[in-house]
């Protein structure tokens, strides 16, 4: 198993445009959900989704997007991309949403320029 | 929310053992209690979760205390490759009880010294 993949690893954007982050799993997890980590900070709760084509807001999802079409992939949208938006973004799976083990991704960079 | 308080950092020699203390003072009865940790440059893992009694696997031990207010995570032998923030989280559960959702604060710093 590739676990939980992210792309790209890096990318560097100017204000306003927009993007897509990709992040995709084979272990045939229910629950996948976005994080962004900012220096010095924790994780923050983006987006998430407990099966496909269900979706819902976490702690910080302003200026993003999230759809969940297959089990597999969890595709978050940068709708107009602001300089506040440059940080590391996770993604991570689990089977359930309660208890289980959290499998993150190695993440992507995110420059806003 | 359940809210954790973590030191900011602690610092350990190679090969002995290191204990990082999470108090959750506000943890409700449901609540988990799960370790996570980052090493540089990667995603975070997970490293060990509990309820109410102490667990063992191959990575750490976790204490809780009687009480759930706090808990205690052990390394047996710190190595190099244990250099990591170490994330002391509760579980939310929202009102409906099939959301979850891991809170993360800004853990420990743990660096070990060869």
């Known amino acids: 198993n590739a676990g939980v993949t992210q792309t790209p690893k890096f990318q560097v954007l100017k204000t306003g445009q927009s993007m897509t982050l990709q992040c995709a799993q084979d272990?045939?997890?229910?629950?996948m959900s976005w994080y962004r980590q900012d220096p010095g900070m924790g994780l923050r709760l983006i987006h998430y989704s407990v099966g496909a084509g269900i979706t819902d807001q976490g702690e910080v999802p302003n200026g993003y997007n999230v759809s969940r079409s297959t089990t597999e992939d969890f595709p978050l949208r940068l709708l107009s991309a602001a300089p506040s938006q440059t940080s590391v973004y996770f993604c991570a799976s689990s089977y359930y949403p309660w208890v289980e083990t959290q499998y993150f991704g190695p993440g992507t960079r995110l420059l806003v320029l | 929310d359940a809210k954790t308080t973590q030191p900011n950092s602690m610092e350990s020699n190679e090969e002995e053992p290191v204990h990082l203390p999470c108090n959750h003072s506000t943890i409700s009865g449901t609540d988990y209690i799960h370790w996570y940790r980052q090493l540089p440059s990667q995603g975070p893992e997970y490293v060990i979760h509990?309820?109410?009694s102490n667990v063992n696997n191959r990575m750490a031990s976790l204490a809780i205390a009687e009480d759930r207010k706090s808990s205690t995570l052990i390394l047996h032998r710190a190595t190099l490759r244990d250099a990591a923030v170490y994330y002391c989280?509760?579980?939310?559960?929202?009102?409906?009880?099939?959301?979850?959702?891991?809170?993360f604060g800004k853990g420990t710093l743990l660096t070990v010294n060869p």
């Open positions: 272990m045939n997890h229910e629950y």
């Open positions: 509990g309820l109410t």
């Open positions: 989280i509760l579980r939310d559960v929202d009102s409906g009880g099939s959301n979850y959702k891991l809170t």
